[in-house]
């Protein structure tokens, strides 16, 4: 195979991958479907313009009947296993999308298919391939921080658009009854539980620090934001780890100020932290006098040379590289199906611990043999050296 057959599967968020599988010279798209004609239509003039051609279809059986070698499914959250698998049976391979799985048993639902086709599956998790997370996992393997006893993690995003029309366009229900639609229907996400989209935040953690979840207690916010009725504002859940140490995630769709994202590690000796409103991170290495404060790094969503157009700041042409190399060198995945659970199983029974008032709720393991440890930076690599730091310099 000189080259990886690609299907695309739903161009609302899965035009970023359409534009970036047709960019990738180890790969040719095939073919792309989406049931919105405005969808469609947008997917045909980006091939007008970058002189490519492809049937863009709207059935995902018409799409299967092209014989792809791989499908990304890029649909609503509540169907990305039905597709997968669906995928997976016709003999394709798989890049799904985030959250990956809705329920426990989708999750072993999409186990048991990978297990009984020998496809290859890899969970779309772009945050993992933000380039500042790199320099988190090589000063942990360096030990500059100690033992790593607590990580954060927070997902800040503002989301009221709940609803959406026959033509695929987005409301809020506010601007929806007073524009007097009549036509709406709730999107996937107006009452998905805000902790199990959590895998953009749990999902790099756990590999920063090498590690999985075996329980988690989490409490929910109150249900008070009027264009998202059917979910609470925001939850908090606290993981523990297999090796002793502690998650907390925050995740917020409701809460009306300016998306970002949060990550802290914190060692006995040191850590460090990085803010989207920032764009760089602060590190305290062992042994640094205290009085002397943070170092900062310049280091951000993208490396130097990244394509930062092609979304996430360069991420999701890394993902698309990386499936599409995995497969050819018939490598695993760097995020394979037991990862992509150990990702989104935490959040689904963070939900079931808030529903039962914060109880602990243990995560089960669902690998065949125990994890051992991570191979998702055997692809992706660390920097062989830090940038240069300054001393940071809070306003005064």
């Known amino acids: 195979m000189e080259k990886l057959k690609v299907g695309i599967l739903g161009l609302g968020r899965g035009f970023t991958h359409f534009r970036n599988f047709l960019a990738l010279e180890e790969a040719e798209v095939i073919g792309a479907c989406d049931r919105f004609p405005r969808l469609r239509e947008r997917a045909e003039q980006h091939l007008i313009s970058v002189g490519?051609?492809?049937?863009?279809?709207p059935e995902f059986d018409d799409l299967l009947d092209l014989k792809p070698d791989a499908i990304v499914v890029a649909t609503n959250g509540k169907l990305q296993v039905e597709h997968g698998c669906e995928a997976m049976r016709a003999g394709c391979?798989?890049?799904s999308e985030v959250p990956g799985a809705y329920t426990q048993e989708e999750c072993m639902n999409?186990?048991?298919?990978?297990?009984?086709?020998?496809?290859?599956y890899m969970?779309?998790?772009?945050?993992?391939?933000?380039?500042?997370?790199?320099?988190?996992?090589k000063w942990v393997a360096e030990d500059r921080f100690g033992p790593i006893s607590i990580a954060e993690g927070e997902y800040i995003h503002h989301l009221p658009g709940t609803l959406f029309r026959p033509d695929s366009s987005r409301h809020t229900p506010t601007r929806a009854r007073a524009a007097g639609h009549t036509d709406t229907r709730p999107i996937w996400r107006a009452d998905q539980p805000p902790i199990q989209y959590l895998t953009h935040d749990l999902g790099p953690l756990l590999e920063v620090i090498d590690d999985r979840c075996i329980s988690v207690s989490c409490r929910s916010a109150p249900f008070r934001s009027a264009d998202a009725p059917l979910r609470s504002d925001g939850q908090i859940a606290v993981f523990e780890t297999a090796k002793g140490a502690l998650i907390k995630i925050m995740v917020t769709l409701n809460t009306a100020r300016p998306s970002e994202h949060r990550y802290r590690i914190f060692g006995v000796e040191g850590g460090a932290e990085w803010f989207s409103y920032e764009k760089l991170a602060r590190r305290f290495s062992r042994g640094a006098d205290h009085?002397?404060?943070?170092?900062?790094?310049?280091?951000?969503?993208?490396?130097?040379?990244?394509?930062?157009?092609?979304?996430?700041?360069?991420?999701?042409?890394?993902?698309?590289?990386?499936?599409?190399?995995?497969i050819l060198a018939g490598k695993p995945s760097p995020i394979d199906v037991y990862r992509a659970i150990e990702y989104c199983l935490p959040g689904i029974l963070a939900n079931k611990s808030a529903e039962l008032g914060g109880a602990p709720v243990p995560i089960p393991d669902f690998r065949l043999t125990p994890f051992e440890h991570t191979i998702f930076w055997d692809s992706l690599g660390l920097p062989e050296r830090d940038p240069e730091s300054r001393p940071y310099q809070p306003l005064e």
Do not use: M
């Open 93 to 95: 391979h798989v890049l």
């Open 123 to 137: 969970l779309g998790e772009n945050t993992c391939y933000w380039d500042f997370f790199r320099y988190f996992r």
């Open 110 to 120: 999409l186990r048991q298919t990978v297990e009984y086709t020998g496809k290859t």
């Open 291 to 326: 009085r002397s404060g943070w170092e900062v790094l310049p280091v951000g969503l993208g490396a130097h040379g990244d394509d930062t157009s092609a979304g996430h700041g360069g991420a999701d042409l890394k993902l698309a590289r990386h499936f599409t190399q995995s």
């Open 52 to 57: 490519a051609s492809a049937p863009i279809l």
